[in-house]
């Protein structure tokens, strides 16, 4: 399955984005799918997961109560609705397949991820 994240952008603090990521692939309602995060000089760190189903969802401490995954698998696509954002949310975000137990990705390709930038 190939990987498209979009809808990042600048905020101010308190403010409120919502990626999207668009997937190819017909067996992309078989995944467990994820968003993860890598800001400047830091490693990527998971941040929130979905069943293939939809049905089960998981979040890092950091964002629980803040941030909202979705899916569809219809229109392909995983979203992120991140609200009362924090400048420490900054960080380019990709999504990706998962493995729902452990939170680690899965595959080679990250695909291309949206820059989300929360100013002070």
């Known amino acids: 399955v190939q990987l498209q994240a979009s809808g990042g952008g600048l905020v101010q603090a308190g403010g409120s984005l919502r990626l999207s990521c668009a997937a190819s692939?017909?067996?992309?309602?078989?995944?467990?799918m994820g968003w993860f995060r890598q800001a400047p000089g830091k490693e990527r760190e998971f941040v929130s997961g979905v069943t293939w189903n939809g049905i089960s969802t998981k979040y890092a401490d950091s964002v629980k109560g803040r941030f909202t995954i979705s899916r569809d698998n219809a229109k392909m696509t995983i979203d992120l609705q991140m609200n009362s954002l924090k400048p420490e949310d900054t960080a380019v975000y990709y999504c990706?397949?998962?493995?729902?137990?452990?939170?680690?990705?899965?595959?080679?390709?990250w695909g291309q991820g949206t820059q989300v930038t929360v100013s002070s």
């Open positions: 692939g017909r067996t992309f309602s078989h995944y467990n």
């Open positions: 990706a397949r998962i493995s729902y137990a452990t939170n680690s990705p899965l595959g080679d390709s």
